[in-house]
Nanobody
Framework: QVQLVESGGGLVQAGGSLRLSCAAS????????VGWFCQAPGKDRDFVAS????????YYADSVKGRFTISRDNAKNTVYLQMNSLKPEDTAVYYC????????????????????WGQGTQVTVSS
């Protein structure tokens, strides 16, 4: 059974930074693309960023480009999301998820292409 556990969320002032971590169980985690999504109250779960199995390709939502950086350490079975220059509109619960193997890489932002999800970590940015 695959488990993903997010951590690192919290309350930060606008302009501040946070680093989220997604720790995974399972020896094959390094084979998978991993994504970060966020969900604000009353809104859909939105794509934030994703990273391929070896870190060779990263993708970002337009709203976070230049501010957020996704990375991974396969030796630690962990994926990170460095969040800089945070804005109040970044306030949401952030989830990491593992993408199914063998899918079209161009659809990395497709919510339905991810099969295992963590429980989420709250990020609150005050103005």
């Amino acid at each position: 059974q695959v488990q993903l556990v997010e951590s690192g969320g919290g309350l930060v002032q606008a302009g501040g930074s946070l680093r989220l971590s997604c720790a995974a169980s399972g020896r094959t985690f390094s084979m998978y693309t991993v994504g970060w999504f966020c969900q604000a109250p009353g809104k859909d779960r939105d794509f934030v960023a994703s990273i391929t199995w070896n870190g060779g390709n990263t993708y970002y939502a337009d709203s976070v480009k230049g501010r957020f950086t996704i990375s991974r350490d396969n030796a630690k079975n962990t994926v990170y999301l460095q969040m800089n220059s945070l804005k109040p509109e970044d306030t949401a619960v952030y989830y990491c998820a593992r993408r199914r193997l063998g899918l079209d890489p161009n659809y990395y932002s497709d919510y339905g292409s991810y099969d295992y999800w963590g429980q989420g970590t709250q990020v609150t940015v005050s103005s």
